[in-house]
């Protein structure tokens, strides 16, 4: 096991501090997909949006697939749906690379996987991956977290070695629940005090509680407060790096955002036991075997 160089929700007061591994693990001149322009936004503001990047044959295959998914009933018995808090409504599908052969062939899409080679400079696997699909009027919240925080607590991973893509399937649009980041966030890690109850991933996957930033320690991470918004037309994504602070508002729209997001990990980032949890989340939500996606 490695040291804990980013502890949190261990009992002793949060803070912030600087991050300690690089954003870019393979430099500037890193080959793939993304060009010197885009590897350097990425670096800078923690993510980068690409209009158009997905075809449209590839994104109907994705909605088929996940309408597919959420049919079976297998998939409510084993956890993998989750469900709105407080509600029967179908919040999110988890594992769709393994329940799905579409799935399972887009995350080794060179536009995809690709992409996650050239910022992490390794192999890559997927540590989790999900269809999130904020329906119309009734899609919730996700409140204001750094992915890296819960998956270095609960799941154990070592580094700030992973990048999560969101995969626009319908309009993005300002009014149904787009994605939010505060750009540059990343460059710093929230610690917080207090210990994380066991199990936490049965509520907080419908509702996160803790590891959930309160408005100082939020201003104190971006003092401009400036907000950034991915939106954009099915097929295009964001690809945002794991300790971005990010969010995204309820749909109370009349049109539903159903979006796919994908997390690549460098293979040699590989899990350890949680840094402050006993039990590690089961394998749907967190793959502890680094196989590589391509
Ligand atoms: O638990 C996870 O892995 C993800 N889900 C939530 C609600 N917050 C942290 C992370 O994004
Ligand atoms: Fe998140």
């Known amino acids: 096991m490695s ?21 870019l693990w393979g430099g500037r001149d890193a080959p793939g997909p993304l060009g010197a322009d885009q590897l350097a936004a990425y670096e800078r503001d923690g993510f980068v949006v690409l209009d158009g990047w997905l075809d449209d044959d590839t994104v109907d295959e994705c909605l088929a697939a996940t309408e597919a998914a959420g049919r079976d009933p297998a998939l409510a018995a084993n956890e993998r ?33 690709g992409v996650a080679r050239q910022l992490l400079d390794d192999d890559v696997y997927i540590h989790q991956s999900r269809v999130n699909l904020k329906p119309a009027v009734t899609g919730r919240s996700f409140p204001w977290h750094s992915d890296f925080e819960t998956w270095h607590v609960e799941d154990g991973m070592p580094a700030m070695r992973a990048v999560s893509v969101s995969i626009a399937l319908t309009d993005n649009t300002a009014w149904n629940g787009p994605l939010l980041m505060l750009p540059g966030s ?106 590589p996606a391509i």
Do not use: W
Request: charged fraction near 25%; hydrophobic fraction near 35%; charge should be negative.
């Open 81 to 113: 749906l989750v469900l709105e808090p407080g509600s029967e409504v179908v919040r999110s599908l988890f594992e769709v690379h393994k329940v799905s052969a579409t799935f399972e062939r887009i995350v080794a899409d060179e536009r995809l996987a």
């Open 3 to 23: 040291a804990d160089r980013y502890p949190s929700r261990v009992g002793r007061e949060g803070t912030i501090v600087d991050r300690a591994d690089p954003v």
């Open 186 to 291: 990343h460059h710093r890690y929230l610690s917080f005090a207090g210990h994380t109850p066991e199990d936490h991933y049965r509520t907080s996957l419908r509702e996160q509680e803790y590891g959930v930033p309160d408005l100082a320690a939020l201003q104190a991470l971006q003092p401009s407060g400036e907000v950034a918004m991915f939106t954009g037309a099915p097929g295009s994504v964001a690809f945002f790096e794991c300790n971005l602070m990010h969010g995204s508002p309820d749909n109370i729209s009349l049109h539903g955002r159903c979006n796919a997001f994908l997390v690549y990990n460098a293979c040699s980032n590989r899990l350890d036991p949680p840094f402050g949890t006993e039990a590690p989340r089961p394998a749907h939500v967190a793959e502890r075997e680094p196989v």
